[in-house]
């Protein structure tokens, strides 16, 4: 359980028993729990305000996967219209891919989730838990926050509306993941196990077809999406290089000076038209390009310039 949750706990059994001691007239020790009462609701009020807290009330005190994939999830349809957006899913896809908490713990939540043509559903999530690799709470925690930070780094929606059967769904899944089966938890295992089976029977039984990217669908789409960046990205390098590799040294100042009026002249189109909460940032562009001048390093100016080409290429998006 969440601090918070314990502290306003704690401050309302205070708060009981200090309007009982009033109700008996014993105002000094109404008064003295009282005081104590709002010390604790004091402390649940900044552990709520705290960016931990925010981060709690939103994904769970262990971080739970299956919510902070879920909010990726719902970002996804959007982010597929512009090159930027597909470079994030293919990003976050990598992440998850490449950390061995957040792999499994994918396989984990996709499994269960989106279990189809099972024949003995209890038999299923019964022998599936016996398989499913638990983590220590600390190391889950540690590798989902990696998950949220990538999540909030990209500026992607994370108040997104997710059923409350789907978060039920989620914590029994995370149950079995953070907790070995042994004699003391039995039957918080045997009630995690019943909501999961309760998801995939009620799936089967409406014929409920999510209209989500299953792993293998998930996987496909992002090599797709990378062999399409890639192709782009490279011809668009084959360009820039070519520019600076066939032309005469004489000339290669005018290449330069050519993607740099070109990216200027876009940033200034950007300026004009942006919000004003927006001008400031596309101001600290501008100047950053404006200072990029020519140099004897030809590195250097096909860096520069590669970056000028990706600034004009987001802003034409």
Known sequence: MADFNVNSEKGSVLMQQALKKYAKGDFEGGDKDRAEANRYYDLASAEINSEAGKITQLYGESRNFGIIYNV??????????????KKIIKECYNLIKSN???????KIYDMFEKAQNVDDV???VNEASNIVKTFDKKIVMENNEKLIKFIRDKKLDEYVDIPEETENLYEAIEYIVLNKKTYDNVNDFVKAQNVITEHIVKNQKNNIVENKITSVEFEDKIEEVENEINEKINQEEKTLLDSFLTTKKQNKKEVFESYKKKTLRKIKEMIENS????KAQWDKIYENVSSKNFSESMSENITNCAEMMEICSTIDE
């Open 275 to 278: 919000e004003d909460s927006d």
């Open 72 to 85: 990726f999830e719902q970002n996804i349809e959007n982010l597929w219209g512009t090159k930027e957006g």
């Open 122 to 124: 209890k038999d299923f």
């Open 100 to 106: 061995k908490v957040l792999n499994e713990q994918f």
